[in-house]
């Protein structure tokens, strides 16, 4: 029976087996926030957010952020990448009440270089 399941999200999945966590830097913000990665979102990543952090006073749905990628891997080098805040959802009364899941599509890969 459990061969019979069927994939029937249009993304692939394999990005929460790379990375483990993901860190937003924001430029206006005198703090560094490091989340780890949920693949919990039905469309793609999220990372759960405290309904008082201050991060949620810098993200739009919409914009886009360079975010460091911390790989499952601890022998591969972080990486840059280019990131969409795709929807920032409050769970009011589920598993993660009184948490916002911020849903993150990564765009494209950046120099790791930075």
Known sequence: MADDFIEKRSESRSIID???????????????????????????????????????????????????????DSSRPTEYLKTEIRHITKDDTGRFKELYLVGLSILEKQDSNR
Do not use: H
């Open 18 to 72: 790379r990375y483990y966590s993901v860190e937003f830097s924001i430029r206006d913000s005198a703090y560094v926030y490091q989340f780890k990665i949920w693949d919990i979102s039905p469309k793609g990543i999220c990372v759960l957010v405290k309904e008082d952090s201050d991060l949620l006073n810098y993200l739009k749905v919409g914009d886009i952020f360079n975010l460091k990628y911390y790989t499952t």
